[in-house]
């Protein structure tokens, strides 16, 4: 008899393990959306609690579809700041319902959260001075280098081979738009990160022609909207919104309108086209991690 207790102990604490995000919105009428105050025009803030960007706007739809299919009059969509320190354990803890930001997906992460389809398709380089004189990896030595605390990508940059022999400094920023800073004010020599964000930090400093984006590319990085792991329901209900945008274009179009056109709130443009790796995740849907891209 302890024995059976002892098993079916187990098998209730599974299920209770199996999160259930589309009961708990039907049951709350409410929802909470991660997003981030600087990760360019993926997810940003326009100040007094507002947030926008391409992965903001998809998430929205998503959000809007959910409400659809559960059958509710009113969704009431909290938003939840994030930081690279802080989005996966919100995430996991139910704090947050589903991240709508700037994060990759890789095998170690999906130990602890799910990803929906990918969206968008990273490369991780590099922002200097316009007239640094700083063009590749190699000239980093003796240098002083930004990243975002919490993020993989001076790590990246570390075991890149054009790296190898190279001797710089990290400097850390709480965040995007603090380690951007940390080069604007000549702190640091180079930030490094991923292309959308160093764009979408230039296009909104106050003299964006004096940066510029140069050097290898240190990783090629698919970035997802967030979710927790093992709630198979809402994955599916998030990824076949998100299909249905690619299949429709849609998504091409949101694209366009964060990226090449003029974005709020200063009405300037991050200039950065979809790259070829981000049109065929569009064409052809899937969660696969950063490491099966490393691969080809």
């Not at 180079?190 to 292309?195: I, R, Y």
């Not at 909104?204 to 970035?223: H, Q």
């Amino acid at each position: 008899m302890k024995n059976t207790l002892i098993a079916l102990a187990a098998v209730l604490a599974v299920g209770a393990a199996q999160a259930d995000t589309l009961k708990k919105i039907k049951d709350s009428g409410a929802v909470t959306m991660g997003v981030r105050e600087s990760s360019g025009a993926l997810s940003y803030t326009l100040g007094d609690g507002k947030y926008t960007g391409f992965h903001v706007e998809i998430c929205q739809k998503v959000l809007a579809d959910v409400q659809k299919s559960l059958g509710l009059a009113k969704l009431d969509i909290k938003y939840q700041p994030v930081t690279s320190q802080n989005r996966i354990p919100l995430v996991s803890n139910g704090t947050v319902d589903i991240e709508c930001g700037s994060t990759t997906n890789n095998a170690t992460r999906q130990k602890d959260v799910s990803f929906a389809v990918t969206t968008f398709v990273e490369e991780v380089r590099m922002a200097v001075k316009a007239n640094s004189g700083i063009t590749s990896i190699a000239q980093l030595n003796g240098k002083k280098v930004a990243t975002t605390t919490g993020t993989t990508s001076v790590q990246t940059l570390r075991k890149h081979e054009r790296a190898q022999g190279t001797n710089f400094e990290e400097v850390y920023g709480k965040d995007h738009a603090d380690s951007f800073l940390l080069l604007d004010s000549g702190r640091a020599d180079a930030f490094v990160m991923d292309g959308s964000i160093l764009a979408g930090n230039i296009a909104k400093a106050k003299n964006p022609a004096d940066f510029k984006i140069v050097g290898e590319v240190l990783s090629v990085e698919p970035i997802a909207i967030m979710i927790r792991k093992d709630d198979p329901g809402f994955k599916k209900a998030v990824d076949d919104s998100i299909k249905a945008m690619m299949k429709s274009g849609d998504i091409a179009k949101m694209y366009d309108k964060w990226f090449m056109q003029p974005i709020p709130p200063a009405n300037t443009k991050v200039g950065l086209a979809a790259s070829e790796s981000t049109k065929g995740a569009w064409a052809n849907p899937n969660d696969k991690p950063m490491e099966d891209y490393a691969k080809k």
